[in-house]
């Protein structure tokens, strides 16, 4: 599906003149300035005209852009960009510009289907990755190991062992056209409730939906034009009763090894009494006192070289643990750890995260007296604030903020509600999760943004110190809805 950039920019310039505009054109204007210095005013007028000829809505065009931006095989030049603005202003005064919204195919474009319907496209896909018996070479392609067939007494799926994982089974691929998932090991949740094939590609490539078939595509060396003959296909082997009873299977399965991962966590969590603070969370500006307080406990292991820390996730109204998360605790350099087998970070099999709050339950006092909540991605975000006696925050583990998560903030009925996610956030994204907020009951929503570029791009505001901190909450910004 790749192509060289030259094919691209010489449509590019077969459109400017013979004067003809294409959503395809526009999108990628829009993306070249999305990563330039530009305009707000101008990229709203060019989104506009893409509405006015075409037939996508604004959702479809940010994530549109957003897959042209992650994708690197396509190429605007700095004068074509010119010419086209040039190109666009003059249309928008005289009307005099045709419109053919297909003159740059989709098929130019790397993380496009020229049908424009990712949902149509991946049955279409899903199908013709079955019939022509490519499960396998996928699994591979993702770095899953141990793959193995099952057939015979009514079984036809493969199983196989997670990247970096230990269980040689934890993968279950049936083997029909909806190619159903199952991972026992891994949550796959956040991307969908009824996990495929293209469900195990977005977990592990952390990729979007479209960008997940545009990753199958291109891996598979799959174009349009083979997924043709497959765009009515509906022989799917289970019919909805199948499906039905695969998704109870599922949830039945994920329970059970959910609670037996709890349980052994909690057991090697309940082996140590040592709740003192290492040298270098203590660096980082968290105290032993804070560690007590939230229950964090080190645990020594044999290997002289890293302990852990166990840091338990609270449900966020009951208080019962119902997850223990595990950060190693060692001097050597990410590059040593990795080479010994060393994970950095490991969290309970099965906990969502998506319906829970880190720190809810700790701080709920301060918060509703305050009437003030600041929303960090990470739990040390939380621990560091709370230090320097700020026990507003709260962490929702990761910068995805859910529909559960935003409803329970909501629910705390305060006064403002501020985002302060990492650094390399966009503040596009920030400000979807501020209307989310907003279309949820919360009063005022506010986020921190770096204007000052006090942070590293991956810092958390917290990472600078209090004094950076205080300046880049007093410089926050009220959301106003658009």
């Known amino acids: ?57 604004k959702g479809q065009i940010i994530s549109k852009v957003h897959s042209i931006k992650a994708d690197n095989n396509y190429c605007m030049s700095e004068g074509q960009a010119d010419r086209v603005i040039t190109f666009i202003d003059n249309a928008l005064k005289n009307k005099s510009v045709r419109y053919n919204r297909y003159y740059i195919k989709d098929s130019l474009l790397k993380c496009y ?95 979007d939906f479209n960008n997940a078939v545009g990753w199958l595509q291109g891996t598979l060396k799959i174009s349009d034009d083979d997924l043709e003959s497959y765009d009515n296909y ?21 329970r059970k090894q959910y609670e037996q991962a709890l349980n052994k966590d909690l057991k090697l969590y309940n082996s140590s009494t040592d709740y003192s603070v290492c040298d270098k969370w203590f660096k980082e500006g968290i105290i032993t ?38 950060r190693v605790l060692s001097d050597l350099s990410d590059t040593d750890l990795e080479m010994f087998g060393i994970s950095k ?12 709050i880190y720190g809810l339950f700790e701080n709920k006092q301060t918060i509703i007296e305050k009437g003030q909540a600041v929303i960090f991605e990470a739990e040390k975000s939380v621990l560091k604030r709370a ?21 329970i903030i909501a629910s705390l009925d305060l ?27 919360c009063r005022t929503v506010s986020y921190i943004l770096d204007r ?5 791009e991956k810092d958390s505001p917290t990472d600078k110190g209090d004094r950076n901190y205080r300046q880049l909450f007093d410089n926050r910004i009220k959301y106003t809805v658009s």
């Open 1 to 57: 599906m790749a192509i060289k950039s030259g094919t691209l920019r010489r449509k590019i310039d077969e459109s400017i003149d013979k004067k003809i505009i294409s959503n395809n054109l526009l999108l990628l204007l829009i993306a070249y300035l999305k990563q330039k210095p530009a305009n707000n005013d101008k990229l709203k007028k060019y989104a506009d005209l893409l509405l006015l000829y075409g037939r996508l809505d």
């Open 113 to 207: 289907g020229s049908k424009g319907n990712y949902k149509s496209s991946a049955k279409a896909l899903k199908a013709y990755i079955y019939n022509n018996d490519l499960i396998e070479l996928i699994l591979e392609r993702l770095n899953c190991t141990e793959i193995v067939l099952h057939r015979g007494q009514g079984d036809n799926y493969y199983t196989a062992c997670n990247p970096n994982g230990d269980r040689n089974n934890a993968v279950k691929v049936y083997c029909c056209e909806r190619l159903n998932v199952i991972n026992y090991t891994r949550n796959l949740s956040k991307y969908s409730d009824m996990p495929d094939i293209i469900t195990l590609v977005q977990y592990y490539k952390q990729l």
């Open 234 to 254: 509906s022989d799917y082997n289970y019919n909805n009763d199948d499906i039905e009873e695969l998704r109870k299977e599922q949830k039945e399965k994920q």
């Open 289 to 326: 006192s804070i560690t007590k307080r939230f229950g964090i406990k080190t645990i020594i292991t044999s290997d002289k070289h890293y302990n852990y820390a166990a840091m338990p996730i609270r449900h966020y109204e009951s208080g019962e643990i119902i997850a223990i998360s595990f």
């Open 345 to 356: 970070y490991r969290i309970t099999a099965g906990y969502n995260k998506r319906e829970n």
């Open 387 to 407: 230090t320097i006696q700020d026990n507003t925050g709260l962490a929702i583990q990761g910068h995805n903020l859910t529909d559960k998560q935003a409803e």
């Open 415 to 441: 006064n403002e509600v501020i985002i302060a996610f990492d650094k390399d956030i966009h503040e596009e994204e920030i400000c979807s999760f501020c209307q989310m907020l907003i279309n949820k009951g």
């Open 452 to 456: 000052d570029n006090l942070l590293d």
